[in-house]
């Protein structure tokens, strides 16, 4: 899998959580990604590399139409990609994937009104993942190599791999990654997480997931500030050109804030 990106001029406000959002911009950006292979996006804040990551997960709606090939900014093998694929191949991490859109609540619920909001627990995305895609592993292989816990726990006792993913704690990050790759996704998308989750997703155990992914064949995206974030981890570092926004409109009250 081959995804070429040319000349990508857009500015919109990717979320997180339903809760985090910033706005970003990106110009004249050209990027070629290749399988198995880690990006670093190193530019500041809001130089467009939220926007890039929440763009080829298929959330932009800049892309809800189908692109003719010569006009076309992004394309998958040579042929031009829509939201819809994207959405199939990508995982968006934290939230997971499109197949099961991230689901929260402004009050903790019980596992009755999970079931009757048909919202799905960790462990059910994993095993409809797997079914789906084929994926050779089974749910207690992909929850050992994420280090997911409470697979072992009666689900009347609500381990955290029984819950839906909004309610995974320190685990949301790891969750969304073994959904994705239960689904066998070809993409990892990583929000702009600075500085909530930056340290916990690129810690020892982050790489060591996000190795698991590249060995797999799938490449992934990651924007950060500032490359020594990713020493030793990207494949290849792209840098990012300087946003058109000035210092009050990228302060952290104005840029990143709850969206309710």
């Keep these: 899998m081959k995804i070429q990106i040319r000349n990508l001029n857009s500015t919109s406000t990717p979320t997180l959580f339903h809760?985090?959002?910033?706005?970003?911009?990106?110009?004249d950006f050209n990027l070629t990604i290749e399988p198995g292979k880690i990006y670093g996006l190193v530019g500041s804040m809001g130089s467009g590399g939220w926007l890039l990551s929440y763009f080829l997960a298929g959330k932009e709606e800049l892309l809800?139409?189908?692109?003719?090939?010569?006009?076309?900014?992004?394309?998958?093998?040579?042929?031009?990609?829509?939201?819809e694929v994207l959405k199939r191949i990508s995982?968006?991490?934290?939230?997971?994937?499109?197949?099961?859109?991230?689901?929260?609540?402004?009050?903790?619920?019980?596992?009755?009104?999970?079931k009757l909001?048909?919202?799905?627990?960790?462990?059910?995305?994993?095993?409809?993942?797997?079914?789906?895609?084929?994926?050779?592993?089974?749910?207690?292989?992909?929850?050992?190599?994420?280090?997911?816990?409470g697979l072992d726990k009666p689900k009347r006792y609500q381990g955290k791999i029984h819950r839906p993913l909004a309610f995974?704690?320190?685990?949301?990050?790891?969750?969304?990654?073994?959904?994705?790759?239960?689904?066998?996704?070809?993409?990892?998308?990583?929000?702009?997480?600075?500085?909530?989750?930056?340290?916990y997703i690129l810690g020892q155990l982050g790489r060591k997931?996000?190795?698991?992914?590249?060995?797999?064949?799938?490449?992934?995206?990651?924007?950060?500030s500032d490359e020594k974030y990713i020493a030793g981890l990207a494949d290849e570092i792209v840098y990012l050109k300087p946003c058109d926004f000035t210092k009050d409109d990228l302060?952290?009250?104005n840029a990143i804030k709850l969206t309710e």
Excluded at 121 to 133: C, H, L
């Design 19 to 27: 809760q985090y959002s910033m706005i970003d911009s990106i110009r």
């Design 64 to 83: 809800s139409e189908c692109l003719d090939m010569s006009h076309s900014i992004v394309t998958l093998d040579d042929d031009p990609v829509n939201n």
């Design 117 to 149: 909001k048909k919202v799905r627990s960790v462990a059910d995305q994993i095993a409809e993942g797997i079914k789906r895609s084929g994926n050779p592993l089974t749910l207690g292989q992909i929850a050992g190599m994420f280090e997911l816990t």
């Design 168 to 199: 995974n704690s320190g685990e949301r990050w790891r969750a969304s990654l073994a959904i994705g790759y239960a689904f066998q996704k070809q993409l990892y998308c990583v929000p702009w997480i600075e500085p909530h989750g930056l340290f």
């Design 209 to 224: 997931l996000l190795g698991i992914l590249r060995d797999s064949g799938a490449s992934v995206i990651i924007p950060v």
């Design 251 to 253: 302060a952290d009250e």
């Design 91 to 114: 995982c968006y991490v934290g939230e997971g994937v499109a197949e099961f859109p991230y689901r929260s609540f402004k009050t903790y619920p019980g596992p009755l009104t999970w």
